[in-house]
């Protein structure tokens, strides 16, 4: 299993702020996913990223893949409250296994 | 995308008795199942990951005669947490896929609040 470090472990920012949720790994990934988790629910599939220097936006969230593939980072645009929520980056290999999550908190 | 539906949602247990989750993949045939446990404000922890018809692999630390798990079918996988204790408290999710290659998307259950009391 690739041990997954996610960074920061919280955020909490201003309605209309930018922020950033990185996703690092001392391994190369087969592939990589974002999820988004509300409280009492199971995460919600984001993004897969799979090609070494991709980038996939999805709205306001903006989804890169390093090019050796061992780390991602999600970039949120004008926050919005909306957008509180556990994010989970997850490698999809054989086992899905998640990094330790980054709880992000936007303030009205 | 794909429905997996998990039950109970809640559920309350005094302690020493047993509680039986159940996973199930309504519109797909799901080749692997995944069990996680996640405490408050914390990720997920993958517990095992059990194959249709085949022995679940627990991860390490995992006591895997106290977190029994049953995948018998295509479609269905029940996990058992066997004498339950307050520490055993805790969300539990499990999670599906259709391949059992990498890359499939996975689809999760609602997941499951357990309190033993």
């Known amino acids: 299993t690739q041990l997954l470090e996610q960074s920061p472990q919280f955020l909490s920012i201003q309605e209309g702020e930018n922020l950033t949720v990185y996703c690092n790994s001392s391994?190369?990934?087969?592939?990589l996913q974002w999820y988004r988790q509300e409280p009492g629910e199971g995460p919600v599939l984001l993004v897969t990223?799979?090609?070494?220097?991709e980038v996939k936006k999805l709205k306001r969230l903006t989804f890169q893949f390093g090019d050796a593939r061992k780390d991602s980072s999600l970039h949120i645009t004008a926050a919005q409250p909306g957008d509180t929520g556990l994010y989970l980056c997850?490698?999809?290999?054989?086992?899905?296994?998640f990094g330790a999550g980054t709880t992000v908190t936007v303030r009205a | 995308g794909a429905v997996v539906s998990q039950h109970p949602s809640r559920v309350i247990c005094k302690s020493g008795t047993s509680v039986k989750i159940e996973c199930r993949s309504l519109?797909?045939?799901?080749?692997?199942m995944f069990w996680y446990r996640q405490f408050p404000k914390q990720s997920l922890m993958l517990m095992a990951t059990?194959?249709?018809?085949?022995?679940?692999?627990?991860e390490q630390g995992v006591e895997k005669d106290k977190f029994l798990i049953n995948h018998a079918s295509l479609t269905l996988s029940t996990l058992t947490v066997t004498s339950a204790h307050p520490e055993d408290s805790s969300f539990y999710i499990c999670?599906?896929?259709?391949?059992?290659?990498?890359?499939?998307?996975?689809?999760f259950g609602q997941g499951t609040r357990l309190t033993v009391v």
């Open positions: 999670s599906a896929r259709d391949h059992s290659g990498s890359g499939t998307e996975a689809f």
């Open positions: 391994s190369v990934f087969s592939s």
């Open positions: 990223v799979v090609t070494g220097g």
């Open positions: 997850a490698a999809n290999d054989y086992k899905l296994s």
């Open positions: 519109d797909f045939q799901a080749t692997t």
């Open positions: 059990s194959n249709e018809g085949s022995k679940a692999t627990y």
